[in-house]
């Protein structure tokens, strides 16, 4: 039972630190946790993915996380609001997993209420 209390403590922690990170963002931008941090299956190797959606982000993905200072250990994947909706509608894994089992740390575009 003790092992399942820390793995929960860990799992809110983590929470807690990217909620953080991308309240300092100084743009609108709505911040998605996704994957095993988000679904509760995370090991001892498993990244901080963060879904970053926003229409500040330009140029090819590269030049957008160029822009972005993400702590160590966390996986931003930075796209653009028409970005999200094309994979929406292309039932995209990333975007249903979003949705789906993410956790919103930031809904300045209102994500989820997107469906």
């Known amino acids: 039972m003790e092992v399942i209390k820390q793995r929960e403590r860990k799992r ?38 963060i879904l970053l959606i926003s229409d500040t982000f330009k140029g090819n993905p590269l030049d957008r996380l160029k822009t972005l200072d993400p702590p160590a250990g966390f996986q931003i994947i930075p796209i653009s609001m028409e970005e999200f909706k094309i994979l929406l509608r292309r039932k995209d894994i990333l975007a249903e997993e979003a949705l789906r089992h993410g956790v919103i740390l930031r809904d300045d575009l209102q994500i989820g209420t997107t469906s």
């Open 12 to 49: 809110i922690e983590i929470i807690k630190a990217a909620r953080k990170w991308v309240t300092d963002l100084n743009f609108r931008v709505s911040a998605i946790l996704i994957g095993s941090y988000a679904r509760g299956d995370f090991n001892l190797w498993s990244d901080v993915d």
